[in-house]
Each structure stands twice: as structure tokens, then as C-alpha cells.
């Protein structure tokens, strides 16, 4: 054998390592973008039927929106995005359980983080539910109307996917309480899951902002 195949051969004591991403971070993230797509078709459904309808009509019907009671409702839904987070902060420390006194929120873990960001978002649900209400008596539903068909479309369909975050921190909880051990793969849970809360949240902020600020 030469000196440079000497040379160019690897010894006992090298390892070859290669940094790949984590493909459930990676698949989860293309699934949000597909996701996004799909928003993306309700805003130009929404921005279609109002350019189309009377607007006259269209200010009758933006009306009766409960502008402050949705700004209570989305700032509920944007903390629990911080809530979630800190539950993430957790979970990259192998933390499940808090430390400390239940008040020393500073020494939760992610059981404690993801059970306050649980009932955030079922407030929020609840709060859709008493909008969708109190907007029904006022005459707006979904077939009374252009406007009623695309507001309960846009926001209902927002809603469904703020459930599907409240079945996933359900998973999360379980899957963390079955564990012998917390470990990387209940971490990795928690941090994809965070990906859709926060993805969830910011089409949320976009939708407050299109339907009950520039109306």
C-alpha cells in the first residue's frame, strides 16, 4: 500500500458525522406550508366576494361584529403562542414537571406550560362558539349572506384547526405521562406541536386583522 492510500485511508478511531435535520421538524414543517396554501385560498375568497359585493351591505354586516370581545378572545389565543413556549423551554431541558410550588410558574415544566396553553385555546373555541352565537341572533349566519358564508368559512375553519392543536397537546400530555423516561422524542413532540400552535396563532392574527380591523 502507497503512502498517500495510507494516508487517505480512515483509522479505527474516526467517525464520520453528519448533521441532518429532524425529519419529523422537516415534515411537519412542509405540512404547515401546505397548510398555508390553503389560507391562503380562504383570504382570496374573502377579499373576491367583498370586491363583488354591495358595500353598503357589506358595512350593514360588519356591524354587528363584537369588535372588543374578539380582541380579548385573539390576545387569549396570542399568549397562549408564549405559554406553549415556554412548555418547549421546558421540554428542551428534559423537564416534565414543575420543581417548585404550583404559583412558582417560573419552575413549571411541560406538563404545567401545556396545560395552561390547553385551556387558552379552549377558551378561545369557547369564545368563537359565543360570538357565533350572539352573531346568529343578530341575523348573521352562514346562509343569510355573501358576507356571513365567507366569515363563518374563514373563522370556522381557523377554529377546526385550533381543535386539532387541542387534540395534539392532549397527545403531548399522554405521551409524556407514558414515558419511563422524558427523553428526546417526547422533546421533539413538544417542539413540532409548538410549530402548528404558532402557525395556528399567526393565521389568526392575519384573520382578526382582515375581518374585524380593516372590515
Not at 26 to 50: D, H, K, P
Not at 186 to 213: G, Q, R
Amino acid at each position: 500500500m502507497s503512502t498517500t492510500e495510507t494516508a487517505a485511508a480512515p483509522t479505527a478511531h474516526q467517525h464520520v458525522s453528519v448533521n441532518r435535520p429532524n425529519p419529523v421538524s422537516v415534515g411537519t414543517i412542509v405540512w404547515l406550508a401546505s397548510e398555508l396554501m390553503f389560507f391562503a385560498g380562504l383570504f382570496a375568497m374573502y377579499f373576491t366576494v367583498r370586491s363583488v359585493m354591495d358595500p353598503a351591505e357589506w358595512a350593514a354586516q360588519t356591524e354587528k361584529l363584537n369588535v372588543p370581545f374578539a380582541f380579548l378572545n385573539t390576545t387569549v389565543l396570542v399568549l397562549s403562542s408564549a405559554t406553549c413556549q415556554m412548555g418547549v423551554l421546558a421540554a428542551e431541558r428534559f423537564k416534565p414537571v414543575r420543581s417548585g410550588k404550583i404559583w412558582q410558574f417560573m419552575q413549571w415544566g411541560l406538563h404545567e406550560w401545556t396545560t395552561l396553553t390547553y385551556l387558552m385555546g379552549a377558551f378561545f373555541i369557547g369564545g368563537q362558539i359565543f360570538e357565533y352565537a350572539g352573531l346568529v341572533q343578530d341575523g348573521l349566519s352562514i346562509s343569510s349572506s355573501p358576507y356571513g358564508s365567507v366569515f363563518y368559512l374563514t373563522t370556522g375553519f381557523h377554529g377546526l384547526h385550533v381543535i386539532g392543536g387541542l387534540i395534539a397537546f392532549l397527545f403531548l400530555l399522554g405521551r409524556s405521562f407514558a414515558a419511563r423516561r422524558f427523553g428526546h422524542h417526547e422533546a421533539t413532540t413538544a417542539i413540532v406541536t409548538s410549530y402548528y400552535w404558532h402557525f395556528v396563532d399567526v393565521v389568526w392574527i392575519a384573520l382578526f386583522a382582515v375581518i374585524y380591523l380593516l372590515q
